[in-house]
């Protein structure tokens, strides 16, 4: 039996796109994600597909490098998006899913980790599919038959029986139910380790309910923090970080004093809640721009009025509970629940937030070093630097002044491979 660990495992799960050459790159500037500061004319040198130096433009050029030269372009890291569904598309709501056979979604995973990564994101968490579909796709990538991201992988989604993570269209007699169900505090460690055994290499779990499911409201908890605690210190001891849905005060409340790492939504989240993640350093992930899409398009989509109910009654107070939480000093991170809608527009959400009280800087950094640092690969990306991977997405114009520019990114590299120029 082979058994990989610590820093080899990391290093597998990071290593797609990496060749062993030389790249040189050539830009106007360069934006430092750590300090918000502008490197003019850098000359980025990587090799064997991450950085070996940042320099200045006329500096040497290792014989042989390949050189990309970029004039009028920003550069910056290679962005990041928390949360997202790869094999999930925004157009088919409702019932619609059910059209297709099982097999179908992981296809459409494949074009999105494309689209995805086109778009600027080379790195993901896909937190939540069937069939360890994500797994599948971050292999495939990292062998080099097709074209994405970096994934960071979450296999299902844990949820409690009835809950938004479970099967909650069909009636008793097709008795159709999720194979991750939890229900007691070791049916928690239990789903952690079955997880993990099946590729996994994040935890992603329903704490409360949910818009796009059926029979539920998303205020309401639905797992215990007994449960939630569980699976938070079992997905720890495996040197694993844990993700929560949660909507609802009470189960974010919840979830942060069992040690879950991020928050997803978070969209009723009251002061208490606000002042807990202020205190423990939880990460917020806020999706506040998805819901411009599903309004306008969900209905077409098929979405259930309910559901587009749900969606209108919390889109608001989720874009003034982000205000009020960034005011608070919490730690924020990018994530957008792509696949709610098309793969591609991740980008759109920089703009939401600066809207609703991020600075470009700010909203830019949760999308880079924060991001990162809740992935806990900030050794690896996040920041163009050495030893970190070749990761660069560029824009025309400036993103400290129109955060928009990187709705429509020029280039894009990922370990020191062009993916769009």
């Not at 990071?14 to 490197?39: E, I, M, P, S, W």
Request: hydrophobic residues 40%; charged residues 25%.
């Amino acid at each position: 039996m082979r058994v990989v660990l610590g820093a080899a495992l990391a290093a597998a799960m990071l290593t797609g796109g990496a060749q062993a050459k030389t790249v040189a790159v050539t830009a106007d500037r360069l934006l430092d994600t750590k300090t918000g500061k502008y490197v003019e004319k850098p000359l980025v040198i990587i090799e064997d597909g991450r950085v070996v130096s940042v320099g200045r433009a006329g500096d040497a050029v290792p014989a042989g490098a390949e050189q990309v030269s970029l004039p009028g372009v920003t550069l910056l890291p290679g962005l990041i998006d928390m949360h997202v569904h790869l094999t999930s598309a925004g157009k088919y709501g409702g019932y619609r899913p059910y059209e297709f056979t099982d097999s179908f979604w992981t296809a459409v995973g494949v074009a999105n980790a494309k689209t995805t990564l086109e778009a600027g994101f080379t790195t993901v968490r896909n937190v939540g599919t069937a069939f360890y579909a994500d797994v599948g796709i971050r292999e495939a990538i990292d062998e080099g038959w097709i074209v994405g991201p970096r994934i960071m992988a979450s296999g299902y989604a844990l949820g409690a029986t009835g809950g938004h993570c479970d099967e909650t269209f069909f009636p008793p007699s097709m008795d159709e139910k999720s194979p991750a169900l939890v229900d007691s505090p070791d049916e928690g460690r239990k789903q952690v380790r079955t997880q993990r055994k099946y590729g996994a290499r994040s935890i992603k779990i329903c704490a409360t309910g949910g818009v796009f499911s059926r029979g539920d409201e998303p205020g309401a908890q639905q797992l215990t923090y007994e449960e939630m605690k569980a699976i938070a210190d079992e997905a720890h001891m495996a040197g694993m970080k844990v993700a929560a849905h949660a909507h609802g005060a009470p189960g974010i409340k919840d979830a942060i004093r069992a040690g879950i790492d991020t928050i997803e939504h978070v969209s009723l989240i009251d002061d208490e809640g606000v002042k807990l993640a202020v205190q423990r350093g939880t990460w917020l992930g806020f999706d506040i721009y998805n819901t411009d899409y599903t309004q306008a398009e969900g209905k077409k989509n098929g979405e259930l009025e309910d559901n587009l109910r749900k969606d209108r009654e919390i889109g608001g107070i989720q874009r003034e509970n982000y205000r009020k939480a960034l005011k608070a000093g919490a730690r924020m991170i990018y994530s957008t629940d792509a696949g709610v809608y098309p793969h591609g527009l991740n980008a759109k959400q920089f703009a939401v937030m600066v809207r609703f009280g991020a600075t470009p800087l700010q909203a830019i950094q949760s999308a880079t070093v924060n991001a990162a640092e809740a992935l806990g690969w900030d050794k690896d990306v996040g920041q163009v630097g050495k030893g970190f991977w070749g990761d660069l997405v560029g824009v025309s114009g400036d993103p400290l002044s129109d955060v928009t520019v990187l709705e429509k990114p020029v280039f894009v590299m990922k370990g020191g491979e062009v993916v769009k120029r």
